[in-house]
């Protein structure tokens, strides 16, 4: 608990992309929908099968404004206020790739399947400026601020580094 909690502190300060800006936090929306998205392992495009008994993966929309319909998410000393259900579940993924630019950045490419394009691309357009909250197995895992519409069904989130996106894809896996 206190890696993660590190891993979260460390994660609040990351850079934010041009789409999106990213920190993190401890506490996680509740799961729903148990079919997971199949994880790719680096960019060799080789799909491994996952346990859908344990994987949940989640993203809620929130904002920074409160409001007694949302629940609050303290990251790194703030909060955060999220709607209290999904706006994408893993049923909505297609995939989830790892990805390292050359200057070592890192990411993971959330892909969206035809139910989940459609949605992202509503969410982006009616929510600009807010935020998209990763969760995997209760735990929240990144958080991107929406800065433009996403037409492609391709979310990249930043990750802290290899390390946190293999800790992250691992926890997709179940382990």
């Known amino acids: 608990m206190r ?104 990411f993971l490419l959330l892909e969206m399947n035809q139910r989940g394009l459609g949605k992202l691309h509503s969410i982006t357009r009616q929510a600009q400026g807010h935020f998209l909250l990763l969760s995997v197995q209760g735990q929240l895992a990144s958080i991107a601020r929406i800065g433009e519409v996403i037409t492609d069904g391709r979310l990249l989130i930043q990750t802290q580094n290899a390390q946190h996106t293999q800790a992250i894809l691992n926890m997709m896996k179940g382990g």
């Open 3 to 106: 890696l993660l909690y590190k891993l979260v502190t460390v994660l609040a300060l990351a850079i934010g992309l041009t789409a999106c800006q990213h920190t993190a936090s401890q506490r996680a929306p509740e799961a729903v929908d148990p079919v997971p998205p199949v994880v790719q392992q680096g960019n060799t495009g080789g799909a491994q099968s996952q346990s859908q008994s344990s994987v949940v993966i989640t993203l809620h929309l929130a904002q920074e404004q409160k409001e007694d319909t949302l629940v609050a998410v303290d990251v790194g000393g703030e909060n955060l206020y999220a709607l209290p259900q999904p706006v994408l579940t893993q049923a909505d993924l297609l995939r989830v790739t790892p990805v390292t630019t050359a200057d070592q950045r890192t």
